[in-house]
């Protein structure tokens, strides 16, 4: 569902507000900040409220909250002086009181980017008995998708962090996704989850779905496993994509800072993984997603109870950290484009620019964003999806 007012449509689902038909620009909190007036304009929302269900309840000052009422009230064209779309009502809180049409039409023509598309799932089994489902939606030459450390084939279709992405992706390729094992819909209960096994079975996947090249999609720790296979395979990937990636983990790029990071961080996964009252769920989201929707880092939280248990996420987490594939940057051979944000504190920028300045010829592209994986909401993910279509059409 849509919701128009004015000149101006606001989509939850794809967390777009756009004036006659183009997007506006809006930080996260603003945009949830509005949703949450939207819809609830049958009354007056309290400063508590806004505060409990935009920030999660944490301190924020007076100030903070007139710089997001008034970054609200210019996105919809309002202002404090006219309040026509959203008023102040004195020492009780905020009303939005313009007209809204509820809007049941899909948000965007079938053609285009958020239109629905189907997937359908399927499994293969790897060499060592180990069953992994992959998926695939859209038309056209695929791309494929490198699993990452938490993914779940349907929950991520459906998520307000993956769904948008996979959707664009969808409009015009053939988009190919498969959960690892340990993950989501394959097999949990594994004896080896190390880096051997995260190419194992990438490679089964690959072989039992796909006969033509493809173009190859690695985010975080995947874009190891994408420069890794291109530079032994460059017949078979035509382009290479590597979105907030590094081919170093944590613990093999000669810093003791790093490694001690990850010695803390495989702690507190032990410690608190999955549990909702933990100091390691608001760290986690905090890491991964400073600058997100709330309703995105609730369901990237709820990910680490639904992608895997504590156990698995842990030993992946130690392969991971212990991943290195630097000596195999100088051997690709293909067209590369590396994306990534600027403040990305999962994967710094610096592992970015290493792997640009070791693949010929790679294409590098830096993102205005805080998160690790860009969000719909965002500015820079328009950029990203708009950067990544331009350069497989070439």
């Given at each position: 569902?849509?919701?128009?007012?004015g000149?101006h449509?606001l989509?939850?689902?794809?967390?777009?507000l756009s004036e006659?038909?183009?997007a506006v620009?809006m930080e996260?909190?603003?945009f949830s900040?509005?949703?949450l007036?939207i819809?609830?304009?049958e009354r007056?929302v309290t400063?508590?409220?806004?505060?409990d269900?935009v920030w999660n309840?944490r301190i924020?000052?007076?100030?903070?909250?007139?710089?997001?009422?008034?970054?609200?009230r210019?996105?919809?064209?309002d202002?404090?002086?006219t309040?026509?779309?959203?008023r102040?009502i004195?020492?009780?809180?905020?009303?939005?009181i313009?007209s809204?049409?509820p809007?049941?039409v899909?948000?965007?023509?079938?053609g285009?980017?958020a239109a629905?598309v189907?997937?359908?799932?399927?499994f293969?089994?790897?060499?060592d008995?180990t069953d992994?489902?992959?998926?695939?939606?859209g038309?056209g030459?695929?791309?494929?998708?490198?699993?990452?450390w938490l993914?779940?084939?349907e929950?991520?279709w459906s998520?307000p962090?993956?769904?948008?992405l996979f959707?664009e992706?969808?409009?015009?390729?053939?988009?190919?996704?498969?959960?690892?094992r340990g993950v989501?819909l394959?097999?949990w209960?594994?004896?080896?989850?190390?880096y051997g096994s995260?190419?194992?079975?990438?490679?089964?996947v690959?072989d039992?779905a796909?006969?033509?090249?493809?173009?190859?999609?690695?985010?975080s720790?995947?874009?190891?496993?994408?420069?890794?296979?291109?530079a032994r395979?460059?017949?078979?990937?035509?382009?290479?994509?590597?979105?907030?990636?590094f081919?170093?983990?944590?613990r093999?790029r000669g810093?003791?800072?790093?490694i001690?990071?990850s010695e803390?961080f495989?702690t507190l996964?032990?410690?608190?993984?999955?549990?909702e009252t933990?100091l390691?769920?608001?760290?986690f989201?905090a890491?991964?997603l400073p600058?997100a929707?709330?309703?995105?880092i609730g369901w990237?939280?709820?990910?680490?109870r639904i992608?895997?248990s504590a156990?698995?996420?842990?030993r992946m987490?130690?392969?991971i950290?212990n991943?290195d594939?630097g000596?195999?940057?100088?051997?690709?051979s293909?067209?590369?484009l590396?994306?990534h944000?600027?403040?990305?504190?999962?994967a710094p920028?610096?592992?970015?620019?290493?792997?640009?300045?070791?693949?010929?010829?790679?294409?590098?592209?830096v993102l205005d964003?805080?998160n690790h994986?860009v969000?719909?909401q965002?500015?820079?993910?328009r950029?990203?999806v708009?950067?990544i279509?331009?350069?497989l059409v070439?």
């Amino acid at each position: 569902m849509r919701y128009r007012f004015g000149d101006h449509a606001l989509d939850p689902q794809n967390f777009e507000l756009s004036e006659n038909g183009v997007a506006v620009a809006m930080e996260p909190q603003v945009f949830s900040l509005l949703l949450l007036l939207i819809e609830n304009r049958e009354r007056v929302v309290t400063k508590d409220e806004l505060i409990d269900k935009v920030w999660n309840g944490r301190i924020v000052s007076e100030a903070t909250l007139s710089s997001r009422i008034s970054a609200a009230r210019k996105a919809v064209g309002d202002s404090g002086a006219t309040q026509s779309v959203i008023r102040t009502i004195p020492r009780r809180g905020f009303r939005f009181i313009a007209s809204v049409d509820p809007d049941t039409v899909p948000a965007t023509n079938p053609g285009s980017a958020a239109a629905t598309v189907a997937q359908g799932i399927r499994f293969c089994t790897a060499p060592d008995g180990t069953d992994l489902p992959y998926a695939a939606a859209g038309s056209g030459p695929t791309l494929v998708k490198v699993a990452n450390w938490l993914n779940h084939l349907e929950h991520d279709w459906s998520s307000p962090m993956w769904g948008p992405l996979f959707r664009e992706v969808a409009s015009y390729r053939k988009l190919l996704r498969y959960d690892s094992r340990g993950v989501g819909l394959s097999d949990w209960n594994v004896e080896n989850i190390d880096y051997g096994s995260f190419m194992l079975d990438f490679e089964t996947v690959i072989d039992t779905a796909e006969d033509e090249p493809f173009a190859l999609l690695g985010i975080s720790q995947g874009a190891a496993i994408a420069v890794d296979y291109t530079a032994r395979h460059p017949e078979r990937v035509t382009h290479l994509i590597l979105w907030g990636g590094f081919s170093r983990g944590r613990r093999m790029r000669g810093n003791a800072e790093n490694i001690a990071e990850s010695e803390a961080f495989l702690t507190l996964m032990r410690q608190g993984w999955g549990q909702e009252t933990s100091l390691f769920r608001d760290m986690f989201a905090a890491l991964y997603l400073p600058d997100a929707t709330d309703e995105q880092i609730g369901w990237w939280s709820d990910m680490q109870r639904i992608a895997t248990s504590a156990e698995n996420a842990v030993r992946m987490r130690e392969a991971i950290d212990n991943i290195d594939v630097g000596d195999r940057l100088a051997q690709i051979s293909v067209p590369t484009l590396i994306v990534h944000s600027e403040g990305d504190l999962v994967a710094p920028i610096s592992e970015a620019r290493y792997m640009a300045a070791r693949i010929p010829n790679a294409q590098f592209v830096v993102l205005d964003s805080t998160n690790h994986m860009v969000m719909s909401q965002e500015p820079a993910w328009r950029r990203a999806v708009d950067e990544i279509r331009a350069f497989l059409v070439d």
